[in-house]
């Protein structure tokens, strides 16, 4: 089935554009703006400040895409190839959806980036040893949308964010990079005086 999707102003709500998709009538929003999002950049759109919070990007060819300023919370990108693209802040880029596998060190250390930027660091320990999720009773979200796991509580490094957002590329095997080498070619590893 054929229709028009629109993708949106994250900041005012206004058009960027309006493309034709194909999809089935019962597909979810993040598949109709996954398939606009490819649809858009075909036609060279510019996507900044764009609203794709829950788009399904797995596999998407977005080379040279304008994503700066996106909303990209839980948005899928496992696969994608985002060389030469102009990303929206790392900050931004964790909170697109990090579910599925990732290492114990990489789910450790985002843990760890995920309670220091959290009110109450002890909320963490108590949500480990089995109480309620930090995130019950604050009214900050998550600064890292991903599986965590109870038992690497505390065995994770202070990561800033770039370090974790090229860490996660490399094992999600998203395409980044450009000519002028901007992203850097490696994930680093973490310590203290990357926070």
């Known amino acids: 089935m054929k ?17 034709e998709i194909e999809c089935g009538a019962d597909a979810s929003h993040g598949t109709k703006l996954g398939l606009a999002v490819r649809a858009a950049l075909s036609l060279y759109a510019n996507l900044r400040s764009a609203d794709l919070r829950s788009a399904n990007l797995q596999y998407a060819n977005l080379q040279s ?4 300023s996106a909303d990209l919370q839980s948005a899928n990108l496992q696969y994608a190839d985002l060389q030469s693209a102009n990303l929206p802040s790392p900050t931004m880029v964790l909170l697109a959806n990090w579910s599925g596998k990732l290492s114990a060190q990489l789910t450790a250390d985002l843990m760890e980036y995920d309670a220091s930027c959290h009110p109450d660091r002890d909320a963490f320990t108590k949500w480990a040893n089995g109480g309620d999720c930090p995130y019950a009773s604050v009214h900050v979200q998550r600064a890292a949308n991903f599986k965590e796991i109870k038992e690497l509580w505390g065995t994770g490094k202070p990561c800033g964010a770039y370090s974790l957002m090229l860490r996660l590329f490399s094992e999600k095997e ?22």
């Open 3 to 19: 229709m028009q999707f629109p993708i949106i102003n994250r900041f005012n709500g206004t058009l960027i554009i309006r493309v």
């Open 65 to 68: 895409a304008d994503l700066q």
């Open 174 to 195: 998203i395409k980044v990079g450009s000519s002028s080498g901007t992203y850097g070619s490696t994930a680093r590893s973490c310590d203290t005086k990357t926070i």
